[in-house]
């Protein structure tokens, strides 16, 4: 009778891996509903038509809808201001503020309207959340906000902002004109790269002399 060889071993930590695979597509999925159909239209039936699992089984890895959204929400912020920081990292040494400002933009615009899911419904929805989804990802929003406030303090003491330019006025105008690209850009309709240059050209312009 031949000798009946071992099973294989069973990697332990298989069932984590895949735990942690199942979740993060529905962070994928919910991104995607969230971005598109916002706060008050994402329901748990489109993230899981959106993730291809069944709806109770969302119960198991997220007790709620509302901590499905948390999650993507702080998710989100987060990587923005990592994209944010890594993008200004990557330029050299002594690169002018304008330059950087320049690549900030840049990056916004990438991350907002190509790279990310997360991004556009963190730009579509902070401000529909209760105060209990939103706290973590505001935390993120306020850091990404600094990097920005430090760009134009940058341009300030180099003395290129305007005269007649208020500081944080001055940011949140840029900030409110980048975020607004995704309720009206169409791929189709232009070019990313065509939107990034006009956007840079108007915000330098808007704030240097």
Do not use: C
Not at 25 to 47: M, P
Not at 61 to 83: C, K, N, Q, T, W
Not at 93 to 121: C, Q
Not at 147 to 165: F, M, S, T, Y
């Amino acid at each position: 009778m031949p000798r009946k060889l071992p099973a294989d071993p069973v990697e332990p930590d298989a069932a984590e891996t895949k735990s942690a695979r199942t979740r993060a597509r529905l962070l994928d999925a919910t991104a995607k509903v969230l971005a598109r159909r916002g706060f008050a239209g994402t329901r748990l039936s489109d993230i899981a038509e959106q993730a291809h699992v069944q709806a109770p089984a969302i119960y198991y890895y997220y007790p709620s809808r509302e901590d499905l959204i948390e999650a993507v929400m702080f998710a989100g912020a987060s990587a923005m201001r990592e994209h944010l920081e890594q993008a200004l990292a990557a330029l050299p040494p002594g690169t002018p503020p304008a330059d950087r400002i320049a690549a900030a933009v840049d990056a916004h615009l990438r991350h907002e309207l190509e790279i990310s899911d997360y991004t556009r419904a963190v730009v579509r929805n902070t401000n529909q959340l209760p105060p209990q989804l939103s706290a973590r990802a505001l935390t993120e929003i306020a850091a990404y906000n600094d990097i920005w406030r430090e760009l134009v303090a940058d341009l300030a003491a180099a003395g290129q902002l305007r005269a007649d330019v208020h500081p944080s006025i001055g940011r949140m105008t840029v900030l409110g004109a980048l975020n607004w690209t995704v309720e009206w850009w169409d791929p189709e309709a232009g070019s990313l790269e065509d939107v990034i240059r006009t956007v840079q050209s108007m915000v330098l312009h808007a704030l240097r002399p």
